[in-house]
């Protein structure tokens, strides 16, 4: 079956990097994604990579994945209070489009 | 424009009540998803429309009835719901199952 997991809580101080980590079981997903959401709102997708890249980045935000231990994560860098917010990492389960998420990781930014 | 359009965004109602969320997207994305969430929790996915057509129910209970009236529009309504569906609706599309984008989200609040 399906299954996807992250840690749930990370803190770090403004100006540092942070390390997101998921681990997923299906081989066979095409793509992968992080999202974020605030307290209140919906789901912002923040980037995906496609599951024959090892690695993307976007401005602050560095996806790696390594397709052998099926290990996903999402650096982002210069943290700001700003990125305070839960993120998901979730994987498309079979044709349907289906998402499959991870329990999401808590990002705390202290000043 | 990658927005998908929520409303109401917050809905109080009894449990004898008929009411409906709306959702809505001009992307031309022809997979449109309702999920639920629970607070902390991440989204559980419901109902997937493909091509205007149910292609995905999870299980959902009949007082869930979602209808897609052409391809940029998706209802769902509610009845004679419990208080524990009380949660965070979410509507997302996209196409082909790449790139998923979320609506902010109906706050529903069963009385």
Known sequence: GEDVEQSLFLS?????????????????????????QEPGAGL???????????MKQDQRLTVLLNKKDKHLSLRIADTQTGDSAIYFCAEVYNQGGKLI???GTELSVKP | DTEVTQTP????????????????????????????????KPPELMFVYSYEKLSIN???????????????????????LQPEDSALYLCASS?????????????????
């Open chain 1, 101 to 103: 998420f991870g329990q």
């Open chain 1, 44 to 54: 912002q997708l923040l980037t995906y990579i496609f599951s024959n890249m090892d």
């Open chain 2, 9 to 40: 965004k917050h809905l109080v109602m009894g449990m004898t009540n008929k009411k409906s969320l709306k959702c809505e997207q001009h992307m031309g994305h022809r997979a449109m998803y309702w999920y639920k969430q629970k607070a902390k």
């Open chain 1, 12 to 36: 770090v101080r403004e100006g540092d990097s942070s390390v997101i980590n998921c681990t997923y079981t299906d081989s066979s997903s095409t793509y992968l994604y992080w999202y974020k």
């Open chain 2, 58 to 80: 999870e299980s959902v209970p009949s007082r869930f009835s979602p209808e897609c009236p052409n391809s940029s529009l998706l209802n769902l309504h509610l009845h004679a």
């Open chain 2, 95 to 111: 196409q082909e199952g790449v790139e998923a984008f979320f609506g902010q989200g109906t706050r529903l609040t069963v009385v």
